[in-house]
């Protein structure tokens, strides 16, 4: 169970709904984990009201099911679901790449791509250092600011839905993996680059060559299990 973070009493909502969420995408809260609002709340030594609106936010999120009169459940996903997860994924990047193409890839502030650059820097680092937990983080960071870049909201939030149901499928496959390197994709930095040189051709590539890592990767490990 999740607790190792002390919850501040300021917006206990989203406090809780961070914590949890952050629970569910590591796996430490594993698919299938039942409790219930008092349990959580009693965890964390606050009132039920937060933890029921933040696990009606996660649940909102499609990270956690509601079983009537029993509580909550970490969703499960199978593998065809990732599957369809990724293509979901496919079809909104292409959407994202193809609006800021025609924007122009070299037109966005410098202090964006440098964030983004970092984030990409964090998520290569953290996949070198075996630090999956870490890399889970930066991942969904890098791409939530390169959505947000093509200035639509709603697409972002869509988007960081879809790759987090995607992770929390994934990962229990990869905390099998002795080296994260030779299984997760590492190509952040160099999509960075691309779309700050305003390359399209090669950031449609390097994303192209990403989602089909995705499918690939998934299929191996899923065999392999």
């Known amino acids: 169970m999740p607790g190792s973070t002390p919850v501040r009493r300021s917006s206990l909502r989203q406090q809780i ?48 099911e509601v079983e009537h009169h029993r509580g909550f459940q970490v969703r499960e996903f199978t593998h065809a679901d990732y599957r369809g997860l990724v293509e979901a994924r496919i079809l909104v990047t292409e959407g994202i790449f193809r609006r800021l193409t025609d924007r122009g890839l070299a037109a966005f502030p410098p202090e964006a791509m440098a964030s983004v650059r970092r984030r990409a820097e964090a998520a290569v680092s953290a996949v ?15 791409w939530r600011e390169l959505a947000l870049l093509a200035e639509n909201s709603h697409i972002s939030e869509f988007l960081e839905r879809l790759r987090a149901q995607s992770w929390v499928f994934a990962v229990p496959f990869l905390r099998a993996e002795r080296d994260l390197s030779q299984v997760c994709w590492t190509g952040h930095v160099v999509l960075a680059d691309a779309i700050r040189d305003g390359d399209a051709e090669a950031t449609r590539r390097l994303v192209s060559a990403y989602n089909e890592h995705a499918l690939t990767l998934i299929d191996r490990l899923t065999d392999r299990g």
């Open 17 to 64: 709904a961070d914590a949890l969420r952050d629970e569910v995408l590591t796996g430490r809260l594993p698919s299938g984990r039942r409790f219930t609002v008092k349990e959580i709340a009693d965890l964390y030594g606050v009132s039920a009201t937060p933890v029921r609106e933040a696990l009606v936010d996660l649940a909102a999120q499609g990270l956690l």
């Open 128 to 142: 070198r250092a075996g630090a999956l937990d870490v890399l889970i983080g930066c991942d969904q960071r890098f």
